[in-house]
């Protein structure tokens, strides 16, 4: 039975997209351990026990709270640093569009890290402070697109991805920095 062409172009469009969408998650054994337990982490059912859901709760803690580190990192205080946000400086623009897709997409995780946060009673209790100030990231990514106050804006995420880090570290949960894939950052 001759199968139709359009039945094959999107088996093969799919089959492309996952592909490049596994490729995209990381090369590395810990990436692979990273993403496998955030699949875990979604697919277990809710029967599991306290300590097991506060487990997957520091997990899921950190594979936001490092996904919005990295981009902040890659994407905000880095080009910072290097004066790319500065009238005048070469690239500016696409520096600033970048800046702001990471710096939604750096509220996005924070406020899903911090919801994650909450099933464990460490990591509430050293992610309650910082509440306001992740809060206060809200508007900060139309600030980076319109280019006014970069230096403060930039600034203000810096010290809300360390205060996140150090309250990560000291409930046992430290957070290392995972650059996504500007595909994640544009797909929210």
């Known amino acids: ?22 490729t ?17 982490a979604a697919t277990t059912p809710s029967s599991s026990s306290t300590v097991e859901k506060q487990k997957l709760s520091k997990t899921r803690f950190v594979a936001n709270a490092g996904l919005a580190a990295g981009a902040t990192y890659q994407w905000i205080v880095k080009p910072w640093k290097a004066g790319k946000f500065k009238k005048g400086a070469k690239g500016r623009k696409l520096a600033l569009v970048k800046a702001a897709l990471a710096g939604t997409f750096a509220y996005n995780r924070l406020k899903a890290a911090k ?20 809060e206060s990231l809200k508007n900060l990514p139309s600030k980076l697109r319109k280019g006014d106050s970069t230096d403060a ?12 880090k150090d309250a990560g570290k000291s409930a046992g949960a430290p957070v290392t920095d995972k650059v996504p894939s500007t595909s994640q950052l544009s797909g929210g």
């Open 115 to 134: 919801r994650n946060a909450e099933g464990d009673p460490t990591l509430s209790k050293a992610l309650a402070p910082l509440s306001a100030g992740i």
């Open 24 to 40: 995209a998650c990381g090369s590395g054994s810990s990436a692979a351990k990273d993403n496998a337990a955030v699949v875990a």
């Open 153 to 164: 804006t930039a600034g203000s995420f810096e010290d809300i991805i360390n205060k996140v």
């Open 1 to 22: 039975m001759p199968v139709p062409i359009r039945r094959l172009v999107v088996a093969l469009t799919v089959c492309c997209a996952l592909l490049a969408g596994a």
